[in-house]
Each structure stands twice: as C-alpha cells, then as structure tokens.
C-alpha cells in the first residue's frame, strides 16, 4: 500500500506544523512569565523578558515575510517556509541581544512595581 501526499495535503500539513510551532512558543513564553512573583530573581526575570521580546520580534518578522508573499503552491517555497521560522527565532534572539536592553530594563522595572518587588536598576 502506497500513501502519496498531493501539493494541498503537504501545504495543510506544513501549515498545521508551523502553527503547532508557533502555539508552543507562545506557551512556553507564557508558561515562563506566569511562574514568576515576587520572589523570582532579577535574572528569572530578565530572562522571561528577553524570551517574550524574542517571540514578539520573531512574530513581527513573520508577518512581514507573509505581507512579501510568494509562490506558495510549489513544495520548495514550503519548505524555505519552514526553515525560515528558524531562522527568524535565532534573528529575533540575535536583535533582542544587541538592541533589547534599554526595553528589557523597562519592561523589568515595570514587572517589579507589578509584583511589589524591589527593581535593580543596574545594567546586566
């Protein structure tokens, strides 16, 4: 018995992939920062911020390369496609490190007064 996959059945497939990818992110993200208090470390706290501004970069750069658009009937744009989430994870962690830190001390600060912790305003 044969099992052949047609253009429209790899297209599904690959698109219930990479939203299957994207949901988990998006729950790892939000699993990390809902474990946080007001107990957590300075550097927990960083490091949930750091993976937030990660996922929010990397989902900015998704929905640019969909307003580019393609051809998206050919198995080749497909797989440029899944290869390219990524890509975009490391880009964003890459942008994130070099010009996040002046949001990162922000969004932290902002966390401590949430939490009713003391924020330390030092620089990493």
Do not use: H
Not at 1 to 28: E, F, H, K, R
């Amino acid at each position: 018995m044969s099992v052949s996959i047609n253009d429209s059945m790899y297209s599904y497939l690959t698109q219930t992939a990479n939203n299957a990818n994207s949901s988990a992110a998006a729950s790892g993200v939000n699993s990390t920062i809902q474990g946080l208090d007001a107990n957590s470390s300075e550097a927990e706290m960083k490091q949930a911020i750091k993976d937030f501004e990660s996922y929010f970069v990397e989902q900015m750069l998704k929905n640019v390369q969909e307003s580019l658009g393609g051809d998206e009937d050919s198995s080749n744009s497909q797989m440029t496609e899944y290869f390219m989430g990524q890509v975009n994870e490391q880009i964003a962690d890459k942008i994130v490190d070099q010009v996040g830190d002046r949001l990162t001390q922000t969004l932290y600060e902002q966390m401590c007064r949430n939490y009713g912790a003391p924020a330390e305003t030092t620089e990493e």
